[in-house]
């Protein structure tokens, strides 16, 4: 018969582990694919060894073990989620906005200085704008988590992503 400590613990891994997965994977759109490669394996390996815990020590150590690696992953991810979130949204709104100006003027803005923030909180995430091509096009540029980690729009390619 199991003991209830170790059925805990089982159910505790059980239900812990996808979550810290789902917020590495995550982490290639907000930190960039090096972290996000190295948390998949960070996580794999713990988890592995907190599981040999479990079953040649102490299941109460190893399940302690289990909640402080997520505790050290989710809560942050989580947070760079909802900002991705919120500045793709934002990206969203200044590329439309972009559009009807150049509907309305007949070229795009040559900064976005007349653009009113839906969501303020984001507006220090974005790194630029810049017409390209005499005019003709151009692209916005943010990140998340770092600066090296770019998500951007382009009137010429439409959005995309360099991860590091």
């Known amino acids: 018969m ?6 805990l613990f089982w159910m505790l891994l059980g239900c812990v582990v996808p979550i810290e997965l789902f917020c590495a994977v ?3 759109e907000t930190i960039g694919e090096i972290f996000s490669t190295l948390l998949i394996f960070v996580i794999i390996v713990l988890n592995i060894a907190f599981t040999a815990i479990a ?7 190893a399940g302690l073990a289990v909640v402080l690696l997520a505790l050290a992953i989710v ?23 972009v559009y009807e100006k150049k509907i309305d003027t007949g070229e795009f803005p040559a900064d976005l200085s007349d653009y009113t923030f ?3 909180d984001v507006k220090d995430l ?7 091509n005499d005019g003709a096009d151009f692209m916005l540029l943010y990140y998340v988590g770092t ?5 951007w729009y382009s009137s010429e390619t439409g959005w995309g992503y360099y991860p590091d």
């Open 2 to 7: 199991i003991k209830s400590e170790t059925a």
């Open 55 to 61: 079953i040649r020590r102490s299941t109460v150590l």
């Open 118 to 120: 839906a969501n303020p």
């Open 75 to 97: 809560p942050r991810q989580l947070g760079l989620g909802l900002r991705l979130w919120g500045i793709q949204n934002e990206a969203s709104q200044i590329v439309g906005y």
């Open 26 to 28: 995550l982490a290639y």
């Open 147 to 151: 600066e090296t980690t770019s998500h």
């Open 126 to 132: 974005i790194q630029s704008y810049e017409r390209l």
